[in-house]
């Protein structure tokens, strides 16, 4: 899939993010680059491998699940930029 100056910049546009005008071609090489590679690994004879998500195997270590109090809230938010009433104040993000 080759992507030209034309798709870069309209991306770019859209991710809100300034490229100079003679940055637009290197750069639509480069993704064209990447997107072959990525169309290689396509190619690529996965059947009967088994996903995973790291190389070595490592089981998680397990705890036993028990109820408690919750601990020290003076402790607990002691660390914390703003808090009230036991509760961690954070910055309003969705309107």
Same mark, same amino acid.
């Given at each position: 899939m080759a992507i030209d100056a034309a798709t870069v910049r309209k991306v770019?546009? /859209?991710a809100r993010i300034a490229e100079p005008e003679? &940055?637009?071609e290197p750069l639509a090489? +480069? /993704?064209?680059?990447i997107l072959s590679w990525? +169309?290689? /690994?396509g190619e690529v004879d996965t059947d009967g491998v088994e996903p995973m998500t790291t190389a070595i195997h490592t089981p998680l270590p397990m705890r036993?699940? @028990? @109820?408690? +109090? *919750? *601990?020290?809230?003076?402790? @607990? /938010? *002691?660390?914390?930029?703003?808090? &009230?009433?036991? %509760? %961690?104040?954070?910055?309003? @993000?969705? +309107?």
């Open positions: 770019a546009r /859209l003679e &940055k637009l090489r +480069e /993704l064209s680059a990525i +169309e290689q /690994l036993d699940d @028990v @109820v408690t +109090e *919750g *601990g020290d809230p003076s402790r @607990v /938010l *002691g660390n914390a930029p703003k808090s &009230k009433d036991n %509760f %961690f104040v954070v910055p309003k @993000v969705v +309107e």
